[in-house]
C-alpha cells in the first residue's frame, strides 16, 4: 500500500518569488510519481510525472520536481511564480504493477500575491 | 493529451432520487476507469476502479449498493448514486486510464442533494 504526505496545506507567496511545495510519499514497492494542479470546481490536469530514467522532471509551464528514492520526496518548485499559478496541486503515487490506481495527497493550495 | 468529459458538470437533486454520471474518454480507450470523491478543501479519495466488461472493484468503506458503477464499454463508465441524500452532495471526478499509465480526468461533476 502507498500514502503521500504534502506537509503543507496552504503555502502563500508574493508574485514573481520562487516556491516549493513538498510531497513526501511511503510505498512497500516501486513506484510512479505525480503532480496534479485543480482550479475550482474542476477536475485535475497532470503537471508532470516521474517514471523513470532522470530524476528531475519539468513541466511546461516552469515547475519541476526531483525525485529522491532516499528521502522518498517528490518535491515541486517553481522559480518564479505568477499570479494564475494559484490552484490546488495534488501529489500522488502509484504502483508500477496492478491497475495503478492514484493515491493522492491532502493537496497544498498555493495562493500567489501581487 | 488524451480527453475525458464527464457528464453532467453540476446536477441538483431531491433526496431519495437517483442521479446518474457519465465518463467517456474521447480519443483512447480507457479499459481501467477510477470514480473519485472530493470533499470541499480536501483530497480525492478514491471510491472504487471499474474495468471495461467486468464488475468494478470498491474501495472500503464505499457501499457497492449506493454507487452503482457500469463500465460497459472501452469509452464510457458511469456511476449511479442511488437514494441520493444530502451527505451524498460532493464533487465527484473520474479519471481513465491510458495504455502509458497515465490518468486523464473528468471536469468533475458537483452533486447537490436537497
Known amino acids: 500500500a502507498q500514502s503521500v504526505t504534502q506537509l503543507d496545506s496552504q503555502v502563500p507567496v508574493f508574485e514573481e518569488a520562487p516556491v516549493e511545495l513538498r510531497c513526501n510519499y511511503s510505498?512497500?514497492?516501486?513506484?510512479?510519481l505525480f503532480w496534479y494542479v485543480q482550479y475550482p470546481n474542476q477536475g485535475l490536469q497532470l503537471l508532470l510525472k516521474?517514471?523513470?530514467?532522470?530524476?528531475l522532471v519539468e513541466s511546461i509551464n516552469g515547475f519541476e520536481a526531483e525525485f529522491n528514492k532516499s528521502q522518498t520526496s517528490f518535491h515541486l518548485r517553481k522559480p518564479s511564480v505568477h499570479i494564475s499559478d494559484t490552484a490546488e496541486y495534488f501529489c500522488?503515487?502509484?504502483?508500477?504493477?496492478?491497475?495503478?490506481?492514484?493515491?493522492f495527497g491532502a493537496g497544498t493550495r498555493l495562493a500567489v500575491h501581487p | 493529451g488524451a480527453v475525458v468529459s464527464q457528464h453532467p458538470s453540476w446536477v441538483i437533486c431531491k433526496s431519495g432520487t437517483s442521479v446518474k454520471i457519465e465518463c467517456r474518454s474521447l480519443d483512447f480507450q480507457a479499459t481501467t476507469m477510477f470514480w473519485y470523491r472530493q470533499f470541499p478543501k480536501q483530497s480525492l479519495m478514491l471510491m472504487a476502479t471499474?474495468?471495461?466488461?467486468?464488475?468494478?472493484?470498491?474501495e472500503q468503506g464505499v457501499e457497492k449498493d449506493k454507487f452503482l458503477i457500469n463500465h460497459a464499454s472501452l469509452t464510457l463508465s458511469t456511476l449511479t448514486v442511488t437514494s441520493a441524500h444530502p451527505e451524498d452532495s460532493s464533487f465527484y471526478i473520474c479519471?481513465?486510464?491510458?495504455?502509458?499509465?497515465?490518468?486523464?480526468f473528468g471536469q468533475g461533476t458537483r452533486l447537490t442533494v436537497v
Open positions: 471499474s474495468n471495461e466488461g467486468s464488475k468494478a472493484t470498491y
Open positions: 500522488a503515487v502509484s504502483g508500477k504493477s496492478g491497475y495503478n490506481k492514484l493515491i
Open positions: 479519471s481513465g486510464l491510458d495504455r502509458n499509465t497515465e490518468a486523464f
Open positions: 516521474y517514471l523513470s530514467g532522470s530524476t
Open positions: 510505498s512497500s514497492v516501486s513506484v510512479y
